[in-house]
Structures are given as C-alpha cells and as structure tokens.
C-alpha cells in the first residue's frame, strides 16, 4: 500500500486529525492567556502547563489496558477520549478560577495527547516498513501545518466566551463527525493475549527510547526558551517570532525526504544525521547571532532535524512491533516522550540560569551529542554483530 492510497482510503480520519490539530493550536495560547488573567504567580502558571503533560502520562498508561484488556475498538477509543476533550474543552469555556483550569487542562490536555498518541498508533500499524517513514513524515508535516493556522487564527478570536472557544469546539466536534463517518479501514490488528512488559519493549529498542527523551526534553524550546534565549542576547521581540516560524518551515521542510529516505535506507543514518545537525546547530546557534539571515536558516535546521528525529524513532517503533506489543511500545515511548516534556523545562531553564548567556544552547548540544554516540555504537554493535 502506497502512501498516498493511505491517504486516500483514510481521507475522513485524516481531516478529522487535521481539524483536531488547528483546534489544538487554538487553545495552546488560549488557555495559557486566560490561566495568566488569573494574577497567580509564574510558578503556578508553570504548574499548569505542566498538566497536559501529567495527563498525557497517565493516558498513555491506560491505552494497553483500554486496547488489550478491554478490547475497545481503535475507531471508539478515539472518539470517547475526543468526547471527553470535548468536554474539558467546553468547562474551560465557564472556569474563571485557577483550581478548575489546572484541572480541567488536565483533562483536555491529557486527552488530546492520547487522541495525536492514538494517531501515531494507527499509522504504524497498518503502513509496512517500506512506507512507515513517508506516512509518518506526512502526518508530522500536515500536523504543524494545523498548528501554525490554529495559533494564527487564536489572536482574532480573542481570549473569553464562546468568540474564542467555540472554534475549538466545533472544530474538535466536526473531527468527531468525521470519525465516525470513517469507515474505519485500515484498521489496526491487535493481539489480546496478555500484553508484555513496558519495560521489557522499550529496553528492546534503546535508540529509539533514547531519541524520544531527547525529543522530549527538546521540544518545549522551539515554542518557548528560544524566545527567551533570543531576547536576553539582546535581540527584538520580532526576531524571537520569526524564530519559531524558521523552526516551523524547517520541519516543513525536512520532515519528508528524510522520512522517504529512511522507508529506503533504514532509520539508523538518517536518525545518526538529524542528532548530529542538531547537536552542532546549537553549538553553532550563538555564533550566527549578529547575522539574523544565517541565524534563522540555522535555527530552520536545527528544529526541522529535531522534529524528524522524533518521526524516525516512531518509526522504529512501528518497524520493530506489531499488534498488542506495538500497543504497549506506543503507550511506554508516550509516557517516556511525556516525562521528557516535564523535565525538559526545568533542566533547560536550570541551564538559562546556571550557564548564562548560552546556557540553553549549551544543555541542547550536550543532549543531541550523547543521542549521537548512542545511535553511533548501536550501528558499531550491529555490524560486529554481523559479521561472520
């Protein structure tokens, strides 16, 4: 099956993540403007970014449990954790109060991640390896798509009633139509013996266990210390945003002919390729601020091999497991990608203020280079391994 066939025989499931995705980019600034309205201190806002995260952990957790013990059908698991976003989504519009929002982007923020968890499921399951990477890489690049337009659409609508979150709402509303209008093919095939042990499956894969941390604790940087990092060596507020726009249009970019080059040659040197241009771009990152044209298209490959790393170790995942052990693998690397996502934050900040001024940059290199080695002595044991 083509890539493009997948598409195709799955155009419903494939608008509805799409419009689940802009309603997503709606709420990330929307929800984190209406926690700052209520006057709390950074620390308790800090808390409650946290908490998509939280839920994400614990609602990876549930999937074996949901998929394997319970047997649900992939079609209605997403559709009862989108319900349940739903209406998180619609509480969020009523709370004025911080204990009720943290609460509540516990709830929406969990479910979201397990729905996108869900997604990515689905997509290694029914692609073969000849195909994974390109249908992962579209996925990817189709998602940050409906990012960018839903952060782009947030500043029109505002940040209070149903101006502001009935977009979302309808949007996440039009995706769950959508799903059940899917037919539900490919459909995912799922061995309901007793699942193995999380530790056991990603043990199994060290690599793609390794990058996903790093992912993890990458990924906050681009949306939110690069602008930090930016500012404070003293550049204007408008280079910070067209920061993240780089990091945008380089993962726009990247995302698949890399992918396409993996279905061709395997993951590992093309994932060797993307730890290294990271590792080396944030080294190269301070030396490029004095030259805003160079600094942007270095921070465009920085972000677009950050991202595509994360998709390769996805599809390692998909390349190695099938069925219920793919079940479990997905719902483990969700709580690893998730807990990485905690910490990343506090050690990047910790960097900012225990190193200076290069401090992020210097945390980020050191992260990229160890994934480096590791990916560079699992192919030095592979081919010992080998050879006759």
């Known amino acids: 099956m083509q890539q493009r ?5 799955s155009a419903r499931f494939t608008l509805a993540a799409f419009l689940i995705a802009v309603a997503f980019g709606i709420t990330l600034p929307l ?3 209406r926690v700052s309205d ?3 201190s950074g620390a ?3 808390l409650n970014a946290a908490m998509p995260a939280l839920g994400w952990i614990i609602g990876a957790a549930l999937l074996p449990w949901l998929q394997i013990r319970l047997a649900m059908a992939f079609k209605r698991l997403v559709q009862v954790v989108l319900a349940i976003a739903i209406v998180a989504l619609v509480g969020l519009r009523f709370a004025d109060g911080y204990a009720e929002m943290t609460a509540l982007r516990f709830l929406f923020g969990g479910a979201i991640g397990v729905v996108f968890r869900c997604i990515e499921f689905w997509i290694n399951d029914v692609s073969t390896n000849e195909e994974r990477g390109r249908n992962l890489g579209t ?5 940050m798509i409906a990012i960018i337009v839903g952060s782009l659409l947030q500043p029109a609508l505002g940040r209070d009633g149903w101006v502001a979150f009935g977009p979302p709402v309808l949007l996440l509303v039009a995706g769950l139509v959508l799903v059940e209008l899917w037919s539900g093919e490919p459909a995912p095939v799922i061995d309901l013996a007793a699942p193995p042990a999380a530790l056991g499956i990603v043990l199994l894969v060290p690599v793609a266990l390794a990058t996903v941390l790093a992912y993890g604790l990458f990924e906050t940087v681009p949306t939110s210390l690069m602008q930090v990092y930016l500012v404070r060596n003293h550049l204007g507020d408008a280079t910070a945003a067209y920061a993240l726009t780089a990091v945008a249009a380089g993962s726009l970019v990247l995302q698949y002919p890399i992918a396409a080059l993996s279905d061709r040659i395997g993951r590992a040197l093309p994932l ?5 241009v990271v590792s080396m771009t944030s080294a190269a990152i301070p030396s490029t601020l004095n030259n805003e044209a160079l600094l942007l298209a270095v921070v465009a ?3 677009g091999a950050g991202l595509t790393s994360y998709s390769l170790a996805l599809a ?5 497991f099938k069925g219920g052990r793919l079940v479990v693998a997905n719902a483990a690397f969700g709580v690893v990608y998730a807990v990485g996502s905690i910490v990343g934050p506090l050690l990047n900040g910790f960097a900012i203020d225990q190193l200076e001024t290069h401090g992020l940059m210097v945390s980020l290199a050191t992260i990229y280079a160890t994934l480096t080695i590791l990916v560079v002595l699992t192919l030095f044991l592979s081919r010992k391994r080998s050879d006759p």
Do not use: E, H, K
């Not at 066939?5 to 025989?9: C, E, F, K, V």
């Not at 060797?272 to 290294?276: E, G, H, I, S, T």
């Not at 390692?316 to 190695?320: A, E, K, N, P, V």
């Open 5 to 9: 066939s997948l598409i195709r025989r």
């Open 31 to 33: 929800i984190a403007l």
């Open 38 to 40: 209520t006057g709390v």
């Open 44 to 46: 308790w806002i800090g």
């Open 139 to 143: 996925y990817n690049i189709l998602f």
């Open 272 to 276: 060797l390729l993307c730890a290294c």
């Open 301 to 303: 490959l920085w972000g």
């Open 316 to 320: 390692m995942i998909g390349d190695r």
